[in-house]
């Protein structure tokens, strides 16, 4: 028999998306409405509610979240969208043990994702902010692994689910953005601000040194 979502939980799920949706969207991180996030519901079977496609991220309504299954199929009836991605999501949230899921398109995550790209992963070392990320090993040395933007959208979810690390809370797309998680909402914004900080530290050390060689392993 299938889970039976209540009201009241639909309704917390949809508080929580709009209240993380308006403090990024402050930030620059949703331009153009692009972006999506979402929140798990219920594990098996897997349930979760995710941003439809096309809306404004700075505006605070309660009819832009879609409930869908495990294939990213809505499992009630509606008129939105589901995000294109959806199925990345899905992909997530069944390979780690995240609770809620961060996309957002940024110039910093799109520079380190084209800059490292041939290396499969962006490597982050030397940095304190790497302790946001629940990694707490001295000298830790982690790689963000980036896969290839895929036009056909399953075959992007399909190599998505390929590449993610559960010990790495985050998954970039080539000249496309990042998808960060956590074990709640809390988590997953301070992971999706963490990794901002430091990509924004990368880029920056990039154009004044003007290698990249400095953050690779030695």
């Known amino acids: 028999m299938p889970y039976r979502l209540y009201q009241e939980e639909k309704q917390k799920a949809v508080n929580i998306l709009n209240d993380i949706k308006v403090k990024l969207y402050s930030r620059g991180w949703f331009p153009a409405t692009s972006g999506n996030l979402s929140y798990k519901l219920h594990d098996d079977p897997l349930y979760f509610a995710i941003t439809s496609s096309g809306r404004d991220k700075g505006t605070v309504t309660h009819e832009d979240v879609i409930f869908v299954d495990k294939e990213a199929k809505p ?15 899905s992909q997530i949230y069944q390979k780690t043990d995240a609770g ?44 963000v692994p980036i896969i290839e933007n895929f036009f ?26 990042i998808y960060a998680w956590g074990k709640d909402e809390f988590e997953a914004k301070r992971h999706i601000e963490a990794f901002e900080f430091m990509f924004e530290h990368m880029k920056n050390m990039i154009i004044f040194r003007g290698t990249k060689n400095i953050f690779q392993e030695e």
């Open 100 to 143: 809620c899921i961060i996309h957002i398109h940024t110039v910093n995550n799109n520079f380190v994702s084209s800059v490292f790209f041939d290396e499969g992963f962006v490597p982050l070392k030397d940095m304190e902010m790497i302790k946001a990320l629940d990694i707490w090993e001295e000298n830790a040395y982690i790689k």
């Open 152 to 177: 056909d959208l399953d075959k992007l979810a399909e190599e998505a689910g390929k590449a993610i690390n559960p010990s790495v809370p985050g998954l970039l797309v080539k000249n496309h953005g």
């Open 75 to 89: 499992i009630e009836k509606t008129k939105l969208k589901p995000s294109a991605e959806t199925k990345i999501h």
